[in-house]
């Protein structure tokens, strides 16, 4: 695999470190079943590209594109919560609206941005090409992100959160808003998904309205494949594996595409995200089995 094709996997595998982040805690802190993933992406993506097609500043565009997403997720939460729809379903229904959403904002399907500015060309130098840039500046970015998710988890409002995942009726009897506070984390966890739509638009020269497809499959593979490499119950740990999961799947998937000696072509990344998934879930057990036989 070229050098190009491994800047590469890393730049898209940092973009999905985001989505992992976000799938983490709507999956596996508030125990939310939640597939607005799909629409939020392509919404960020969405919002970002035509606010920085009509001329708006790309960290302005990426910043509305992060406010559309946070609604998203609290738009779900709110459906379960208020209206008291099941959570899977209350997810499906704005997933669905979304796409009608997305193609509203765009006006079409899709809006390149080739030739307009991005985050990445305003904040690249002179001298460095852009396929090195663009991964050290998202690097940068989930950096910032994680830090900023395990501070604000470890605060009391955090734990509270976690807490209406793990045991909701315990944290009420504690005197937890749990409903404020999972409408807040799914806007959350939605807000990092559509900063991956944003920048994964930027990065890659547009935003289309069926980059969304896939994405809460993509999400759950690098969780579960980061909780498989680096199983921990610490916190910063937890992150840092569902980042390393996102890297490792896109790298894997980059390894599978472009060796010959396989002959999978790029219609074939379906079968490949189902084999990894599967081997990823799969591994634990197996381990845990040894584990048991050698004792």
């Given at each position: 695999m070229s050098l190009f094709s491994l800047m590469g996997a890393l730049e898209i595998g940092l973009v999905f470190g985001l989505v992992a982040l976000g799938v983490m805690?709507?999956?596996?802190?508030?125990?939310?079943?939640?597939?607005?993933?799909?629409?939020?992406?392509?919404?960020?993506?969405?919002?970002?590209?035509?606010?920085?097609?009509?001329?708006?500043?790309?960290?302005?565009?990426?910043?509305?594109?992060?406010?559309?997403?946070?609604?998203?997720?609290?738009?779900?939460?709110?459906?379960?919560?208020?209206l008291r729809i099941m959570d899977l379903l209350a997810s499906i229904?704005?997933?669905i609206g979304l796409y009608s959403v997305n193609l509203r904002i765009m006006g079409r399907p899709n809006v390149p941005?080739?030739?307009?500015?991005?985050?990445?060309?305003?904040?690249?130098?002179?001298?460095?090409?852009?396929?090195?840039?663009r991964p050290l500046l998202l690097l940068i970015v989930v950096a910032v992100c994680k830090g900023l998710l395990d501070w604000f988890l470890g605060t009391r409002t955090g734990l509270a959160l976690r807490a209406s995942g793990a045991n909701p009726r315990m944290a009420r009897a504690q005197g937890v808003n749990t409903g404020r506070l999972v409408m807040g984390g799914m806007a959350l966890s939605n807000a990092l998904v559509a900063?991956?739509?944003?920048?994964?638009?930027?990065?890659?020269?547009?935003?289309?309205?069926?980059?969304?497809?896939?994405?809460?499959v993509i999400g759950l593979a690098a969780v579960i494949v980061g909780e498989s490499i680096l199983p921990s119950r610490r916190l910063a740990l937890a992150t840092l594996a569902v980042i390393l999961g996102a890297v490792i799947y896109r790298f894997f998937i980059a390894l599978a595409l472009n060796s010959d000696f396989i002959g999978l072509q790029a219609q074939d990344l379906n079968l490949v995200t189902a084999v990894l998934?599967?081997?990823a879930?799969?591994?634990?057990?197996?381990?845990?089995?040894?584990?048991?036989k050698g004792g």
């Open positions: 805690i709507s999956f596996r802190l508030l125990r939310f079943p939640d597939l607005t993933v799909d629409g939020s992406f392509p919404l960020g993506a969405a919002v970002a590209a035509t606010l920085v097609s009509a001329g708006c500043n790309p960290f302005l565009a990426t910043a509305a594109a992060i406010v559309a997403g946070a609604l998203a997720g609290l738009l779900t939460a709110w459906l379960h919560v208020r229904l704005v997933m941005l080739i030739t307009e500015p991005t985050v990445f060309t305003l904040l690249q130098p002179a001298n460095v090409s852009d396929y090195l840039m900063l991956a739509g944003a920048l994964f638009a930027q990065a890659q020269g547009g935003a289309d309205i069926s980059m969304g497809l896939g994405t809460i998934v599967t081997v879930l799969v591994l634990p057990r197996l381990r845990r089995r040894r584990g048991g």
